[in-house]
């Protein structure tokens, strides 16, 4: 009888055997980038950027076929994983949460590591000329290639991380959509609340830094 369905009974409690034991991570390689599996956890690290800060991606993590979380970040730096955790735990389903905890810090410097060891992709000859018919393209085409774009907002914060902010991206993100609505008919209205010093005019700065 295979290990995880053997029982045995100690000091009256029954237990499986191997049936809750912690497996160890499993990475693999994809065309564009890394995947790390725990248990029925899944972290996909993509658009990946080796910079003089260290190792970026796009990382998603997925419950079984369900979409829990995505964010770009730093994985070589302490404060953006623990800012990554954290952010993923507070908007993941509540049934989800106590199994959240098995994604750790460890994981993540894991997945850097691996983003680190993938070599990189050779740009062949087929792969330039989807780009290079959107560099001919007029503007409103290469406008539109844009906004189809499903990770426009997550390019945004990496652009705006790489002009020198360090905070949480999504802060001066938020600050440049609301002024590129001026262009709309009805403009948003944001307002940002905090405290002395918290970085407001900063977050501002750094959303104007891209107009």
Same mark, same amino acid.
């Given at each position: 009888m295979r290990a995880r369905n053997h029982l045995r009974v100690k000091k009256g409690v029954r237990i499986r055997i191997g049936a809750d034991q912690p497996r160890e991570p499993r990475c693999s390689w994809t065309p564009t980038?890394?995947?790390?599996?725990?248990?029925?956890?899944?972290?996909?690290?993509?658009?990946?950027?080796?910079?003089?800060?260290?190792?970026?991606?796009? /990382?998603?993590?997925? $419950?079984?076929?369900?979409?829990? $979380?995505?964010?770009?970040?730093?994985?070589?730096?302490?404060?953006?994983?623990?800012?990554?955790l954290a952010n993923f735990v507070r908007i993941c389903r509540p049934p989800l949460r106590p199994h959240a905890q098995r994604l750790t810090e460890t994981i993540l410097i894991r997945l850097g590591d691996e983003c680190r060891r993938r070599p990189e992709t050779q740009v062949s000859a087929m792969t330039l000329r989807p780009a290079q018919r959107v560099l001919d393209a007029t503007p409103e085409a290469r /406008?539109?290639?844009?906004?189809?774009?499903? $990770?426009?907002?997550?390019?945004?914060g990496r652009a705006i991380m790489e002009n020198g902010w360090a905070g949480d991206s999504r802060i001066p993100t938020l600050a440049y959509v609301a002024l590129t609505s001026r262009l709309l008919e009805r403009p948003m209205n944001l307002t940002f609340v905090a405290t002395p010093s918290a970085g407001k005019n900063a977050a501002l700065d750094a959303a104007l830094a891209l107009g």
């Open positions: 980038g890394v995947t790390l599996t725990v248990g029925r956890w899944r972290l996909t690290a993509e658009d990946l950027h080796r910079t003089r800060s260290g190792q970026t991606a796009t /990382v998603s993590v997925h $419950y079984g076929e369900e979409l829990c $979380y995505r964010e770009h970040l730093n994985l070589d730096r302490a404060r953006p994983r623990q800012q990554f /406008v539109r290639v844009l906004l189809d774009d499903p $990770y426009l907002l997550l390019k945004l």
